[in-house]
Protein backbone atom coordinates (compact mmCIF):
# COMPACT_ATOMS: atom_id res chain seq x y z
CA UNK A 1 0.00 0.00 0.00
CA UNK A 2 1.37 3.00 -0.99
CA UNK A 3 2.12 5.71 1.60
CA UNK A 4 0.05 9.00 1.06
CA UNK A 5 2.43 12.37 0.46
CA UNK A 6 1.93 15.35 2.59
CA UNK A 7 2.69 18.74 0.75
CA UNK A 8 4.31 21.30 3.24
CA UNK A 9 5.03 24.47 2.71
CA UNK A 10 8.81 25.63 3.71
CA UNK A 11 9.71 28.11 6.14
CA UNK A 12 10.89 31.17 4.37
CA UNK A 13 14.08 32.40 5.69
CA UNK A 14 13.90 36.04 7.01
CA UNK A 15 16.56 38.37 5.24
CA UNK A 16 19.69 39.25 6.73
CA UNK A 17 18.52 42.70 6.15
CA UNK A 18 15.39 42.49 8.65
CA UNK A 19 16.83 40.25 11.16
CA UNK A 20 19.46 43.01 11.54
CA UNK A 21 16.61 45.82 11.78
CA UNK A 22 15.09 43.84 13.99
CA UNK A 23 18.11 43.43 16.08
CA UNK A 24 18.99 46.68 15.92
CA UNK A 25 15.03 47.88 17.30
CA UNK A 26 15.52 45.88 20.27
CA UNK A 27 19.56 46.52 20.70
CA UNK A 28 18.98 49.91 22.82
CA UNK A 29 16.33 48.74 25.23
CA UNK A 30 18.72 45.72 25.74
CA UNK A 31 21.62 47.96 26.61
CA UNK A 32 19.20 50.22 28.79
CA UNK A 33 18.27 47.66 30.74
CA UNK A 34 22.50 46.80 31.45
CA UNK A 35 23.34 49.71 31.89
CA UNK A 36 20.59 49.85 34.83
CA UNK A 37 22.01 47.14 36.35
CA UNK A 38 25.30 48.34 36.59
CA UNK A 39 24.31 51.77 37.92
CA UNK A 40 22.18 49.91 40.28
CA UNK A 41 25.17 47.00 41.33
CA UNK A 42 27.49 49.67 41.77
CA UNK A 43 25.19 52.09 43.87
CA UNK A 44 24.97 49.16 46.29
CA UNK A 45 27.81 48.87 47.04
CA UNK A 46 28.95 52.17 47.12
CA UNK A 47 27.66 54.39 50.70
CA UNK A 48 25.33 56.69 49.30
CA UNK A 49 22.36 54.80 50.36
CA UNK A 50 24.35 53.36 53.97
CA UNK A 51 21.94 54.80 57.02
CA UNK A 52 22.91 58.32 58.75
CA UNK A 53 21.57 58.95 62.09
CA UNK A 54 21.99 61.89 64.38
CA UNK A 55 22.39 61.54 67.81
CA UNK A 56 20.44 63.28 70.71
CA UNK A 57 22.07 61.92 73.72
CA UNK A 58 21.40 63.09 77.14
CA UNK A 59 24.49 63.81 79.16
CA UNK A 60 23.53 61.96 82.19
CA UNK A 61 23.93 58.71 80.21
CA UNK A 62 27.84 59.74 80.16
CA UNK A 63 28.55 57.34 76.45
CA UNK A 64 29.12 58.45 73.55
CA UNK A 65 27.36 57.98 70.07
CA UNK A 66 30.10 55.30 68.91
CA UNK A 67 28.98 53.45 71.78
CA UNK A 68 25.04 53.14 70.52
CA UNK A 69 26.25 52.69 66.97
CA UNK A 70 27.98 49.85 67.92
CA UNK A 71 25.04 48.11 69.67
CA UNK A 72 22.73 48.86 66.76
CA UNK A 73 25.64 47.44 64.13
CA UNK A 74 23.94 44.08 63.43
CA UNK A 75 20.25 45.19 63.07
CA UNK A 76 21.63 47.85 60.04
CA UNK A 77 23.23 45.29 57.41
CA UNK A 78 20.40 45.27 55.31
CA UNK A 79 20.27 48.93 54.75
CA UNK A 80 17.35 48.79 52.31
CA UNK A 81 15.03 47.03 55.16
CA UNK A 82 16.23 48.97 58.87
CA UNK A 83 13.04 47.72 61.26
CA UNK A 84 13.16 51.25 63.69
CA UNK A 85 11.23 49.01 66.49
CA UNK A 86 14.31 46.80 66.66
CA UNK A 87 16.55 49.54 66.88
CA UNK A 88 14.59 50.78 70.01
CA UNK A 89 14.23 48.06 71.70
CA UNK A 90 18.22 47.16 71.89
CA UNK A 91 18.82 50.68 72.84
CA UNK A 92 16.36 50.35 75.32
CA UNK A 93 17.71 47.41 76.93
CA UNK A 94 20.93 49.35 78.22
CA UNK A 95 20.20 49.79 81.95
CA UNK A 96 20.22 53.65 81.87
CA UNK A 97 18.50 54.38 78.69
CA UNK A 98 14.93 55.17 80.22
CA UNK A 99 13.28 56.22 76.31
CA UNK A 100 14.67 55.98 73.20
CA UNK A 101 12.70 58.17 70.50
CA UNK A 102 13.37 57.17 67.08
CA UNK A 103 12.22 59.18 63.50
CA UNK A 104 12.69 57.93 60.39
CA UNK A 105 13.50 61.59 58.33
CA UNK A 106 14.26 60.32 54.76
CA UNK A 107 14.82 56.96 53.67
CA UNK A 108 18.53 56.22 54.74
CA UNK A 109 18.19 59.17 57.30
CA UNK A 110 17.15 58.35 61.19
CA UNK A 111 17.18 60.67 64.25
CA UNK A 112 17.63 58.95 67.65
CA UNK A 113 17.23 60.94 70.80
CA UNK A 114 17.92 59.03 74.17
CA UNK A 115 16.82 60.25 77.64
CA UNK A 116 18.08 58.55 80.99
CA UNK A 117 16.33 57.48 83.54
CA UNK A 118 16.52 59.28 86.79
CA UNK A 119 17.09 57.78 90.03
CA UNK A 120 13.99 58.26 92.40
CA UNK A 121 14.66 55.54 94.94
CA UNK A 122 17.42 52.53 95.56
CA UNK A 123 15.70 49.43 95.03
CA UNK A 124 17.63 47.21 97.90
CA UNK A 125 21.17 46.66 97.27
CA UNK A 126 20.72 46.00 93.37
CA UNK A 127 19.78 48.87 92.06
CA UNK A 128 17.11 51.98 91.21
CA UNK A 129 13.62 52.87 90.80
CA UNK A 130 13.06 55.73 88.41
CA UNK A 131 11.31 58.66 88.78
CA UNK A 132 8.36 56.62 85.90
CA UNK A 133 8.44 53.63 88.44
CA UNK A 134 10.22 51.61 86.34
CA UNK A 135 13.01 49.16 87.68
CA UNK A 136 16.70 49.12 86.74
CA UNK A 137 19.55 47.34 87.46
CA UNK A 138 23.02 48.44 85.70
CA UNK A 139 26.18 46.84 86.13
CA UNK A 140 27.78 49.46 87.99
CA UNK A 141 25.75 51.17 90.94
CA UNK A 142 26.93 55.04 91.97
CA UNK A 143 25.87 56.59 95.25
CA UNK A 144 22.35 57.78 95.86
CA UNK A 145 21.03 59.54 99.15
CA UNK A 146 17.13 58.80 97.50
CA UNK A 147 14.87 56.72 99.67
CA UNK A 148 15.49 52.98 100.16
CA UNK A 149 12.73 50.64 98.63
CA UNK A 150 12.54 46.96 99.54
CA UNK A 151 10.07 45.53 97.56
CA UNK A 152 9.18 42.34 95.26
CA UNK A 153 10.44 43.30 92.01
CA UNK A 154 6.80 42.80 90.50
CA UNK A 155 5.26 45.16 92.67
CA UNK A 156 7.36 47.91 91.87
CA UNK A 157 4.90 50.55 89.98
CA UNK A 158 2.40 50.23 92.34
CA UNK A 159 4.86 50.50 95.06
CA UNK A 160 6.59 53.35 93.52
CA UNK A 161 3.02 55.27 92.87
CA UNK A 162 2.14 54.51 97.02
CA UNK A 163 5.65 56.03 98.03
CA UNK A 164 4.74 58.90 95.88
CA UNK A 165 1.29 59.76 97.68
CA UNK A 166 2.54 58.66 100.94
CA UNK A 167 5.76 61.35 100.35
CA UNK A 168 2.69 63.84 100.16
CA UNK A 169 0.72 63.03 102.81
CA UNK A 170 4.19 63.59 105.32
CA UNK A 171 5.66 66.50 103.84
CA UNK A 172 7.28 68.54 104.87
CA UNK A 173 8.77 65.08 105.96
CA UNK A 174 10.91 62.98 104.23
CA UNK A 175 10.84 59.07 103.65
CA UNK A 176 14.28 57.62 103.54
CA UNK A 177 12.80 54.17 103.56
CA UNK A 178 9.74 52.83 102.34
CA UNK A 179 9.72 48.58 102.82
CA UNK A 180 6.70 46.45 101.84
CA UNK A 181 6.70 43.01 102.48
CA UNK A 182 3.96 41.40 104.37
CA UNK A 183 2.81 44.78 105.60
CA UNK A 184 3.84 48.81 105.03
CA UNK A 185 6.63 50.44 106.99
CA UNK A 186 8.39 53.76 106.46
CA UNK A 187 11.17 55.60 108.14
CA UNK A 188 11.47 59.42 108.25
CA UNK A 189 14.35 61.55 108.59
CA UNK A 190 15.69 61.60 111.35
CA UNK A 191 15.06 58.16 112.52
CA UNK A 192 11.46 57.35 113.35
CA UNK A 193 9.88 54.67 112.28
CA UNK A 194 5.88 53.88 111.31
CA UNK A 195 3.96 50.83 110.78
CA UNK A 196 1.21 51.18 108.59
CA UNK A 197 0.03 47.98 108.18
CA UNK A 198 -1.51 46.19 104.66
CA UNK A 199 -4.74 48.01 104.90
CA UNK A 200 -6.22 51.76 105.47
CA UNK A 201 -2.43 52.65 104.85
CA UNK A 202 -3.44 56.35 104.14
CA UNK A 203 -5.62 57.14 106.58
CA UNK A 204 -3.24 55.54 109.25
CA UNK A 205 -0.76 57.85 107.64
CA UNK A 206 -2.67 60.82 108.17
CA UNK A 207 -3.42 60.01 112.10
CA UNK A 208 1.01 59.10 112.20
CA UNK A 209 1.05 62.95 110.89
CA UNK A 210 -1.58 64.58 113.55
CA UNK A 211 -0.05 62.66 116.12
CA UNK A 212 4.04 63.48 115.51
CA UNK A 213 2.81 66.77 115.01
CA UNK A 214 1.57 66.96 118.69
CA UNK A 215 4.58 65.05 120.15
CA UNK A 216 7.12 66.06 118.23
CA UNK A 217 7.89 68.72 120.26
CA UNK A 218 7.65 66.98 123.90
CA UNK A 219 10.65 64.33 123.46
CA UNK A 220 13.68 64.63 121.79
CA UNK A 221 13.66 60.62 122.01
CA UNK A 222 10.84 60.81 120.10
CA UNK A 223 12.34 62.55 116.90
CA UNK A 224 15.41 60.61 117.23
CA UNK A 225 13.87 56.86 117.98
CA UNK A 226 10.53 56.96 117.85
CA UNK A 227 8.60 53.75 116.33
CA UNK A 228 4.67 54.33 115.70
CA UNK A 229 2.56 51.22 115.07
CA UNK A 230 -0.71 52.53 113.80
CA UNK A 231 -1.92 49.74 113.07
CA UNK A 232 -4.73 49.78 116.27
CA UNK A 233 -8.51 50.53 115.70
CA UNK A 234 -8.15 54.11 118.20
CA UNK A 235 -4.88 55.41 118.66
CA UNK A 236 -1.33 54.16 118.21
CA UNK A 237 1.54 52.43 120.36
CA UNK A 238 4.62 54.01 120.53
CA UNK A 239 7.97 52.50 121.06
CA UNK A 240 11.89 52.98 120.48
CA UNK A 241 14.85 51.81 118.67
CA UNK A 242 17.30 50.71 120.24
CA UNK A 243 20.45 53.05 121.14
Do not use: C
Not at 71 to 84: R, S, T
Not at 127 to 152: C, H, M, N, W
Amino acid sequence: MAKQRVNRLDKQKKPIKVVVQQLGRKLPFLLLIVAIAAIGYNLHRSHLFDPKINWTIDEKLNRSDAHYEQLIAPLLGNKYLINLAELKDSIEAEAWVSNAQIKRLFWNKIDIKLSAHIIAMRWQDNGYISTKGVLFRPETLEISQTPLAVVDEDKVLKFYKDYQLYQTIVEPLVITKFERNQIDRLSIEPNVGIILGHQNQEQRLKDFVNAYSNLKQTSRKIRKRGIFDMRYAKGFSLSYYQQ
